[in-house]
């Protein structure tokens, strides 16, 4: 078998690759073998203002601009629904906070995103006593969905194997790779926080930071926004909400752990005061760089093996531009942003 690329991992790194590949006419064949599920987990919420510091998201609105029409156009090839706009309530904590929103809320970069207005309308079983300040441009992907409907298409199509990549299978050729009965032109490594067990690229500084989410039914509660204090509670319709997450430095698990549904339940009743019950708990661990930058680009002396990873705690709204930004790098020889290029760790 003889392929253009080889994709190792399918969470949404992957698969914003593979659209790449698929829209150049390149041939492909995808490794995955579900040992990571940060992509099957995660929230999928985006939101371009970071609202612990009120401070605007690194690139937010270029990274919106290539990704609401990237979901938008799989929305149509699979005719589903993966994102949902909603407006994004801030709980505020006292009037401190309140004013650095005034403050926030003058700025350029941010002015477009929070309303200056505070809503100070009492709403049923949530806690609020400072009021909230509301997050205009921010819904939800909802990435299982859009990944688990991926793998399905790409399994019919024969284009996915379901099995672990075994990176000392490779065998170097003069211009291309051999992995086992595969002949390809390069490998693009996606494999979130599997790069742990990559030898080519796991001297890069990945992080890992489990978090954990659980989803409640909680008929009493009415509310169609994302609700954002220390944890963000978002309807998934019919009464039930999902609410996140946890981070956890030390734990390297996808296991869903007692502690993080304490340490949800804990923060829950400081937010809503009406009965639930939890349904769902599900955890993953998030790709992070201590720099908070995506690792982009090629292996300094392998230069067919490149590297697509540390979305961290943004996957929804970075993976779309990186995955372009390496194809074009690959295909046509454009710049990385050096902000990205992993030749920063050099
Ligand atoms: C609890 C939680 C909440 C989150 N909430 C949000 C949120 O609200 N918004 C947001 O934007 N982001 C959120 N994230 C972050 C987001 O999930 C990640 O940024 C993103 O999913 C990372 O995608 P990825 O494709 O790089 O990695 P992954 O999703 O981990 O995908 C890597 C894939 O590679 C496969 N793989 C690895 N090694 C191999 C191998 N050797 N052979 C074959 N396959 C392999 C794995 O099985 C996996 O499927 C959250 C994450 C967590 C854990």
Redesign the pocket.
């Known amino acids: 078998m003889k392929v253009d690329y080889i994709i190792?991992?399918?969470?949404?790194?992957?698969?914003a690759f593979v659209e790449e590949l698929l829209a150049a006419n390149k041939t492909f064949l995808v490794?995955?073998?579900?040992?990571?599920?940060?992509?099957?987990?995660?929230?999928?919420?985006?939101n371009p203002v970071i609202l612990k510091r009120f401070t605007p998201v690194w690139n937010a609105k270029q990274q919106l601009e290539v990704a609401l029409p990237f979901y938008k156009r799989l929305e149509t090839k699979f005719n589903s629904k993966f994102d949902k706009k909603f407006e994004t309530k801030k709980v505020f904590k006292s009037i401190e906070d309140q004013n650095n929103w005034f403050e926030a809320a003058d700025k350029p970069l941010l002015s477009d995103y929070l309303d200056p207005e505070i809503e100070s309308k009492k709403i049923k079983g949530i806690i609020a006593d400072f009021g909230f300040g509301n997050v205009k441009e921010t819904g939800?992907?909802d990435?299982k969905k859009l990944?688990e409907i991926y793998r399905v298409y790409l399994k019919l199509a024969h284009k996915i194997r379901f099995?672990?990549?075994?990176?000392q299978q490779i065998n170097f050729g003069v211009d291309s790779i051999e992995y086992k009965n595969i002949t390809a032109n390069r490998i693009v490594f996606?494999?979130?926080?599997?790069?742990k067990?990559?030898p080519f690229f796991n001297q890069l500084p990945l992080n890992e930071?489990?978090?954990?989410?659980i989803t409640i039914y909680a008929p009493e509660l009415k509310i169609d926004f994302l609700l954002k204090s220390t944890l963000?509670v978002f309807p998934l319709g019919d009464n039930y909400y999902k609410v996140?997450?946890?981070f956890n430095w030390k734990d390297k698990t996808s296991k869903p752990s007692k502690e993080g549904r304490l340490e949800l339940i804990e923060k829950l009743k400081k937010v809503i005061t009406i009965p639930y019950k939890i349904i769902d708990q599900?955890?993953?661990?998030?790709?992070t760089v201590k720099d908070r930058r995506p690792l982009v680009g090629v292996h300094p002396t392998y230069s067919n093996l490149a590297i697509?990873?540390?979305?961290?705690?943004?996957?929804?709204?970075?993976?779309p531009t990186v995955a372009k930004q390496l194809f074009h790098h690959l295909e046509k020889g454009e710049e990385l942003d050096p902000v990205t290029d992993i030749q920063r760790f050099e």
């Open positions: 190792v991992g399918l969470g949404l790194a992957g698969l490794f995955e073998d579900d040992s990571q599920t940060s992509s099957l987990v995660a929230g999928g919420v985006y939800r992907v990435t990944v099995e672990k990549f075994e990176h996606c494999e979130g926080y599997g790069m067990e990559n930071a489990k978090g954990e989410l963000f996140g997450a946890t599900t955890a993953g661990v998030r790709p697509l990873n540390g979305l961290g705690t943004r996957g929804v709204m970075i993976a």
